[in-house]
C-alpha cells in the first residue's frame, strides 16, 4: 500500500508541473493573440489608409465630377493628410511605393476640378444668365472642389479666386452700367440752377423749357406724391423695360432708390456666397471695386447738375433706410459705400439750400413786385418748400436743417415788407402782408403737425396785422368817432374838469353814426370780400373789425350818459341789440 500511495504520489506530482507547464503555455498563446490582434488592427488601418484601391483611381482619372466624385475626393484628401501626418506611415517602405501614386492622382484631380470650375465659371459670363440662381444651385454644390484646392494645391486656388474675382467683376460691371444707362431714358428733369425760390416767376424762361411740362414745375419746391417714396424704399427694383413701355417718367430719387435696392440686393447675395464658397468675405471687396466705380461715376456725374434740393433731401432719407435695411440683414459689406454717399449728398444739399437762400436775399424788389394784394408766388415757393423740409426732417431730426430753415425765413420775413412797403397805401401794406401770412399758416397746417416755431411765428404776425388792418379799416369810415373816443372818452366828466364834453361835441358824431352806420358796414364786407383771397379769414378780420366798432360805440353811450343833458341824444342813439344784429348776420354768412 505504501508503495502504491508513494507511487500515486509521484504521479500526482508529475501532472502538477505538467499542468503548471500547460498554463504558462496557455498564458504566452494568449499574450501572442493579443500581440497579434494588436498588430493586425494597426496594419488593417496603416494598409487601408496606405492603400489606393483601383476603383479610386478609375474614378477620379476617367469619371465626371458628380457626387460620386466629390465623396472620393474626401477619401483622397484624407489619405493625402495622414501621409503627411502620421508618423507611423512617414517612416514606413510601403510609403515608397504609394506616395508616387498619390501625387499622381492629387495632381489629376487638381488639374480635373479646376477645369471643371473655371468651366462653372464661364457659364456666369454668358448674357441674360441668372447669376444668382446659378451660384446656388450649381456653383454651391461643388464647394467641396474649393476647400480640396485650398489644403492640397493653394496655387491652383488662388487662380480659381483670381478667376472668379475677375469673373464677377466684369459681368457686374456690365450689369450695372447697362441698368444705369435704362435708368437714365427714364429721368424727369425737375429743377435747374435758375428754380429757386426768389427768382421772378417770367425770368426763369418757362418758355424757353420744352423739356417737361409745367405741372412739373411746383415739384421744385412742394413735395406732393413724391413723398412716397419713403414708404417704397425697400420694393423690388424699378425693370427699366417695363417702365419704358408705360412712358412714365420719374424724378431722380425714384431711379436713386431702384439703383440702390439693386446694389443692396446684389451686394447680400455675393457676400453670403463668397463667405460660404470660398470661406473668404474679403473677396467681396475686390469683385465689387468694378460696380463700385461705376455706380460712383453716374453719381458724380448727375450730383453736380442736381438743383432739386427736395430730391436732394429725399435721397438722403433713402440712404438713411438702405443703412438700416442692412443692419438688419447683418451685412457690413456696404457700410463704408453708403455712408461715402451719404457724405456727398449733405454738402450738395446745403449748396442748393443756400443758392434759394442767397435767392431771396438777393432778390429783386423791383421786379419781383405786382400790383396785386393776393398772396406773392415767392411766398408760395417759400411756404411749400420749407413745409416739405419740415415734413420730411421729423423722421430724421437733423438739427443743422431746423437752423438753416430759420435762416431762410429770417430772410423771407426780410424780402415780404419790403415787398409791401412797394405798394404806396399802407392799407394795401397790411392787406398783401395778411394774405400772406395767411396762406403761409394754411399750408403749413396743412403739411402736417410738425410746423413749430415756424408756425407760431407766422401766427404771431398775422395777429398784429390784423390788429393793425381793423384799426385801419374802422379809421375810414369812423374817424372822428374813434379819435373822439381814444381822446376823449377816458376823460373825468365831473363839471370842474378844464373842458367838460358838451351835448354839443357829441351830438354831430351821434347823427352822423346814425345816419350812416349800415351803409359803412356793407362798405367794410365789400372791401374785405376784394381784398383777402381767404374767404374765411376776410371773414374773421369782419367780425374782428365790427366786434372792435362794437367796443368804440359803446365807449360813447357810456360817455353820453355821464354827460349833463346826454339824455337829449336818446333819440338818436343806435341800440347796442340792433348793431349785434348786424354783426351777426355778416358772421353767419360763413
Known amino acids: 500500500m505504501e508503495t502504491l500511495l508513494s507511487g500515486f ?71 493625402l493628410v495622414v501621409v503627411e501626418v502620421d508618423p507611423m506611415i512617414k ?46 444651385s450649381v456653383l454651391l454644390k461643388y464647394k467641396y472642389v474649393i476647400s480640396f484646392l485650398k489644403d492640397h494645391s493653394k496655387e491652383v486656388y488662388l487662380e480659381v479666386r483670381t478667376a472668379y474675382i475677375d469673373t464677377m467683376n466684369k459681368v457686374l460691371s456690365a450689369h450695372f452700367r447697362a441698368y444705369i444707362q435704362a435708368l437714365e431714358k427714364l429721368q424727369l428733369d425737375i429743377a435747374t440752377s435758375s428754380d429757386l425760390i426768389g427768382v421772378e416767376a417770367r425770368s426763369s424762361g418757362l418758355f424757353l423749357r420744352g423739356r417737361e411740362p409745367l405741372k412739373n414745375r411746383s415739384a421744385v419746391f412742394a413735395l406732393g406724391d413724391r413723398i412716397k417714396i419713403l414708404k417704397e424704399v425697400d420694393e423690388p427694383a424699378l425693370i427699366p423695360h417695363i417702365a419704358e413701355a408705360s412712358s412714365i417718367k420719374y424724378p431722380y430719387e425714384v431711379l436713386f432708390r431702384s439703383l440702390h435696392k439693386l446694389l443692396m440686393d446684389t451686394a447680400s447675395s455675393e457676400y453670403n456666397f463668397c463667405d460660404e464658397f470660398f470661406g473668404e468675405q474679403s473677396m467681396f471687396y475686390e469683385i465689387f471695386a468694378g460696380p463700385f466705380a461705376v455706380i460712383d461715376e453716374y453719381f458724380n456725374s448727375i450730383l453736380p447738375n442736381s438743383y432739386d434740393a427736395i430730391g436732394l433731401m429725399l435721397m438722403i432719407l433713402i440712404i438713411h433706410q438702405h443703412q438700416l435695411i442692412m443692419s438688419r440683414r447683418r451685412i457690413p459689406c456696404l457700410d463704408s459705400y453708403l455712408d461715402k454717399v451719404n457724405i456727398a449728398l449733405w454738402p450738395r444739399f446745403k449748396m442748393v439750400f443756400d443758392m434759394h437762400l442767397s435767392s431771396l436775399r438777393n432778390a429783386n424788389v423791383k421786379t419781383l413786385w ?128 378844464d373842458r367838460p364834453i358838451t351835448v354839443a361835441e357829441v351830438e354831430p358824431l351821434v347823427k352822423d353814426f346814425a345816419s350812416r352806420w349800415k351803409a359803412a358796414i356793407e362798405l367794410m364786407h365789400k372791401d374785405v370780400i376784394t381784398s383777402f383771397s381767404n374767404f374765411l379769414c376776410g371773414m374773421e378780420i369782419l367780425r374782428a373789425a365790427l366786434t372792435q366798432l362794437l367796443l368804440y360805440y359803446t365807449r360813447l353811450t357810456d360817455c353820453i350818459k355821464r354827460i349833463v343833458g346826454g339824455s337829449a341824444l336818446n333819440k338818436d342813439l343806435v341800440s347796442i341789440s340792433s348793431i349785434m344784429y348786424e354783426i351777426r348776420k355778416y358772421s353767419r354768412t360763413f
Open 370 to 497: 405786382e400790383d396785386d394784394v393776393h398772396p406773392h408766388y415767392v411766398m408760395r415757393r417759400y411756404v411749400e418748400f420749407t413745409a416739405s423740409l419740415i415734413h420730411l426732417n421729423v423722421e430724421y431730426g437733423d438739427g443743422q436743417l431746423d437752423l438753416n430753415l430759420e435762416r431762410l425765413r429770417m430772410a423771407i420775413d426780410d424780402l415780404l415788407i419790403k415787398l409791401a412797403k412797394a405798394f404806396t397805401k399802407a392799407k394795401s401794406q397790411t392787406v398783401f402782408l395778411i394774405n400772406n401770412y395767411d396762406m403761409t399758416i394754411s399750408v403749413l397746417k396743412e403739411a402736417g403737425p410738425e410746423g413749430g416755431k415756424i408756425l407760431v411765428h407766422f401766427e404771431d404776425l398775422l395777429k398784429s396785422n390784423t390788429a393793425l388792418f381793423v384799426e385801419e379799416l374802422l379809421a375810414e369810415h369812423f374817424s372822428s368817432l374813434i379819435k373822439f373816443v381814444k381822446t376823449r372818452g377816458s376823460e373825468d366828466l365831473s363839471s370842474n374838469s
Open 9 to 79: 504520489q509521484a504521479e500526482i506530482g508529475s501532472i502538477s508541473a505538467d499542468i503548471k507547464v500547460l498554463q504558462e503555455k496557455s498564458m504566452d498563446m494568449g499574450l501572442k493573440l493579443k500581440n497579434r490582434k494588436v498588430a493586425e488592427s494597426k496594419l488593417a488601418k496603416f494598409v487601408e489608409e496606405i492603400i489606393v484601391p483601383p476603383r479610386m483611381i478609375d474614378i477620379i482619372v476617367d469619371e465626371e465630377v458628380n457626387d460620386e466624385y466629390l465623396r472620393t475626393l474626401e477619401i483622397l484628401s484624407k489619405k
Open 91 to 136: 517612416n514606413s517602405k510601403a510609403l515608397k511605393d504609394v506616395q508616387p501614386e498619390l501625387e499622381k492622382l492629387r495632381q489629376k484631380a487638381v488639374s480635373k476640378v479646376f477645369d471643371f470650375i473655371v468651366q462653372k465659371l464661364h457659364a456666369l459670363r454668358k448674357p441674360k444668365t441668372n447669376i444668382q440662381i446659378l451660384q446656388q
